[in-house]
Nanobody, 125 residues
Framework: VQLVESGGGSVQAGGSLRLACAASGYSYDTYCMAWFRQAPGKEREGIAYIDSDGTKTYADSVKGRFTVSKRDAKNPVYLQMNSLKPEDSAMYYC????????????????????WGQGTQVFVSS
């Protein structure tokens, strides 16, 4: 399985970005995927989860500002980020797990075994 993120960049506070994560080799009709981020010197933080049952969960730090979406198993997973703040600056990672091993709603990095290389987001004040 290969996950490739895109869409990162630099934006001013209050702006928006949309990240995308394309998966290859993830040959399931169902899916469990999540977005994580990691800022320098900080632990990796799970921020958004989505699965094929329609479950979505968000970390409190992004709730109401970020939206995760995925049309179906064959299409990319997106993270729409609005009202960005400087503290949102981080490397953003897409993660996935085999559906049989999925913990619904989980934002724990240890429960994901497929990871992308990340895309950098920088929010200036």
């Amino acid at each position: 399985v290969q996950l490739v993120e895109s869409g990162g960049g630099s934006v001013q506070a209050g702006g928006s970005l949309r990240l995308a994560c394309a998966a290859s080799g993830y040959s399931y009709d169902t899916y469990c995927m999540a977005w994580f981020r990691q800022a320098p010197g900080k632990e990796r933080e799970g921020i958004a989860y989505i699965d094929s049952d329609g479950t979505k969960t968000y970390a409190d730090s992004v709730k109401g500002r970020f939206t995760v979406s995925k049309r179906d198993a064959k299409n990319p997973v997106y993270l729409q980020m609005n009202s960005l703040k400087p503290e949102d600056s981080a490397m953003y990672y897409c993660a996935a797990v085999d559906p049989d091993d999925c913990y619904s709603g989980s934002l724990k990095s240890a429960e994901y075994n497929y990871w992308g290389q990340g895309t950098q987001v920088f929010v200036s004040s």
